[in-house]
């Protein structure tokens, strides 16, 4: 089957410790994303990935790192300097191209901080 | 636009009514756009999408319509279904510097009544 897969579904963490959230897609797709869900509200972009060994800055980069090793792979690591964390995560993918086409979700890692 | 801090609008519908959810975007320079569909915990799923060369596209009981001129997309749904109930986002593909992006509008929370 193809698709994009979010690991792990929930997850908790302690308070000023580091976490990363996995991000996996066999759908040969350039592009990656990661987003940021508060309860009732919209997604807001983190950190967007268009090639291999790039990634760029979203609206709400702070206390968030990403690597992109891979293709298939956008892990993303919340860090300490994250102040309020607690958040629906969802990672998405697309191929590349200028006028754009269909980005695809994973299922969401839900993260809290306890 | 940034959602930080906004709570979703409501648009209760009584079944087998048609329903429009409206999205107003921001970058006159967008030229592709998405309408996208979220149960509750999961991720958003693909619904129609839009070209900035067209102004109306049908697909099975919905239909996207693009005011260029206005900056502005709706979604029909009709004869709604209880299985319509979800939060709708719209989406707007943005390039920025030669890298490209989906920036999500706030979100429209329908609720179908029986």
């Known amino acids: 089957d193809g698709g994009i897969t979010q690991s792990p579904k929930y997850l908790f963490r302690k308070e000023g410790q580091n976490v990363t959230l996995s991000c996996e897609q066999n759908?040969?797709?350039?592009?990656m994303y990661w987003y940021r869900q508060d309860p009732g509200q919209g997604l807001r972009l983190i950190y967007y990935?268009?090639?291999?060994?790039?990634?760029q800055k979203g609206d709400i980069a702070e206390g968030y790192s990403v690597s992109r090793e891979k293709k298939e792979s956008f892990p993303l690591t919340v860090t300490s300097a994250q102040k309020n964390p607690t958040a629906f995560y969802l990672c998405?993918?697309?191929?590349?191209?200028?006028?754009?086409?269909?980005?695809?979700f994973g299922q969401g890692t839900r993260l809290t901080v306890v | 636009g940034e959602n930080v801090g906004l709570h979703l609008p409501t648009l209760s519908v009584q079944e087998g009514d048609n329903s429009i959810i409206n999205c107003a975007y921001s970058n006159s320079a967008s030229d592709y756009f998405i309408w996208y569909k979220q149960e509750s915990g999961k991720g958003p799923q693909f619904i129609i999408d839009?070209?900035?060369?067209?102004d109306k596209r049908q697909g099975q009981r919905v239909t996207v319509l693009l005011n260029k001129t206005v900056k502005h997309l709706s979604l029909q749904i009709a004869a709604t279904q209880p299985g319509d109930s979800a939060v709708y986002f719209c989406a707007e593909n943005i390039g920025v510097g030669g890298t490209y992006k989906y920036i999500f509008g706030t979100g429209t929370r329908l609720k179908v009544l029986a």
């Open positions: 839009i070209r900035s060369n067209m």
């Open positions: 759908l040969n797709h350039d592009a």
């Open positions: 990935s268009q090639i291999v060994n790039d990634f």
């Open positions: 998405a993918s697309s191929i590349w191209v200028a006028d754009g086409d269909e980005a695809f």
